[in-house]
Structures are given as structure tokens and as C-alpha cells.
């Protein structure tokens, strides 16, 4: 089945740091989801992208869908200690309209 | 606001128990999922549903069962549980299959012991 890369693993930033991620995938997708779970809580949403190409934010997250329509990318600028949590991104199949999630990046802030 | 409420937040319980999760969610949704979270592997999909009384399995669906008797209502049940079924159950609704997003409940932290 389809399945999404996402990277890095895990990441480790001082305050203030920017930070990118990004999923990729061999298939295409016809919308891409970006969440964040913070610590014991479920994932909510944070931007969606449904259409190639297409660049959004959300205060200061930015995210662009990829005009491959195989990856995505998020980035965070001026990170602040409440963007500590796991990201994940997630597809929508174009084939039956399931959503399949990355396996997450968990973003760790130093002091 | 809209919700979707998972009865426990934490459970503990013994091997061979029988075990119902319950999810409610009061946002008139058609769809209603149950995933697993586990690090490292992610968020994995074990029953959804598209309709009252209407199930599918998902990527890891043995051991589990579901049942969906109201709309707004999804129960994740593990008939016998075993110890590899400590895990986080996240439960989510969304309101169409396309082009939505997903609203996520808070999680049951099960351990079986």
C-alpha cells in the first residue's frame, strides 16, 4: 500500500530556531494534512493543501504541498517552547480517499 | 467547540480481559476511526466506519472488534487482551472522505498487564 516518509525522526532545536520537515512518497496524494500532538493529547489539525503547489500558513507555520503531489513539506519559523510535541503529516489517497499518516517528528526544544 | 470524547483516559487491565474503548463525538459526523499509536510505528489504522451499523477493517484490525449502533457513537472492543495491546487508542470523526481533516479525541492509554 501507499505509505509516506516522513523526516527526520526526531529533532532537537534551541528557542528561536527555525525548523523544517517533510514527507515524501512514491505515490501521489490528493490532499496533505499537516498535525501536531502535543504531549497527551490527540493530534489536531494544523494547515491542510489540496492542490500541487499550493503554499499556506498558520501564524508561523508555513506548509506547501509538493507540485509533484509526492511530498510536503512544514516549517515553523522563531520556534517558542509550546512547539514542543510530535508533527505529523498525512495523505489522501486518490484511490479510495483514505488518509495515511506519516510516522511523525518528534520536535524536542532546548532551553 | 466540536469534540470527540474517549470515556478513559488510562486503563489498566489483565490479560484475557474483554476491553471496550468508547468514543462519542458530537459533531454529527458520518465517519468515525480507531487508530493505535505506538512510537516509532506511527499511527496505524485498526476499524473505521462510513455509516451507522457499517464497519471496515483497517491495516491491523485482528484482534479487535468494533460496533457502531448510533451515529455518534464507535466502539473499539479487544476481546481477549493480550499484553501487545499496550498501546495509545486515539479515536477520530470527520464530517465527509474528501477533503477534510480528521478530529482527534484525546487517547486511552491502555496497558494490559
Known amino acids: 500500500g501507499q505509505q509516506l516518509n516522513q523526516s527526520p525522526q526526531s529533532m532537537f532545536i534551541q528557542e528561536g530556531e527555525d525548523v523544517s520537515m517533510n514527507c515524501t512518497s512514491s505515490?501521489?496524494?490528493?490532499?496533505w494534512l499537516w498535525y501536531k500532538q502535543d504531549p497527551g493529547e490527540g493530534p489536531v489539525l494544523l494547515i491542510a493543501?489540496?492542490?500541487?503547489?499550493e503554499l499556506t500558513s498558520n501564524g508561523r507555520l508555513t506548509a506547501q504541498f509538493g507540485i509533484t503531489r509526492k511530498d510536503s513539506f512544514l516549517n515553523i519559523s522563531a520556534s517558542i517552547p509550546s512547539d514542543v510535541g510530535i508533527y505529523f503529516c498525512?495523505?489522501?489517497?486518490?484511490?479510495?480517499?483514505?488518509?495515511?499518516f506519516g510516522k511523525g517528528t518528534r520536535l524536542h526544544i532546548l532551553p | 467547540d466540536v469534540k470527540v470524547t474517549q470515556s478513559s483516559r488510562y486503563l489498566v487491565k489483565r490479560t484475557g480481559e474483554k476491553v471496550f474503548l468508547e468514543c462519542v463525538q458530537d459533531?454529527?459526523?458520518?465517519?468515525m476511526f480507531w487508530y493505535r499509536q505506538d512510537p516509532g510505528l506511527g499511527l496505524r489504522l485498526i476499524y473505521f466506519?462510513?455509516?451507522?451499523?457499517?464497519?471496515e477493517k483497517g491495516d491491523i484490525p485482528e484482534g479487535y472488534s468494533v460496533s457502531r449502533e448510533k451515529k455518534e457513537r464507535f466502539s473499539l472492543i479487544l476481546e481477549s487482551a493480550s499484553t501487545n495491546q499496550t498501546s495509545m487508542y486515539l479515536c477520530?470523526?470527520?464530517?465527509?472522505?474528501?477533503?477534510?481533516?480528521?478530529?482527534f479525541g484525546s487517547g486511552t492509554r491502555l496497558t494490559v498487564v
Open positions: 459533531m454529527d459526523h458520518e465517519n
Open positions: 477520530a470523526s470527520s464530517v465527509d472522505r474528501v477533503d477534510s481533516g480528521y478530529t
Open positions: 466506519s462510513y455509516d451507522v451499523k457499517m464497519k
Open positions: 493543501l489540496y492542490k500541487a503547489g
Open positions: 498525512a495523505g489522501q489517497t486518490p484511490r479510495d480517499d483514505k488518509i495515511i
Open positions: 505515490s501521489i496524494f490528493n490532499t
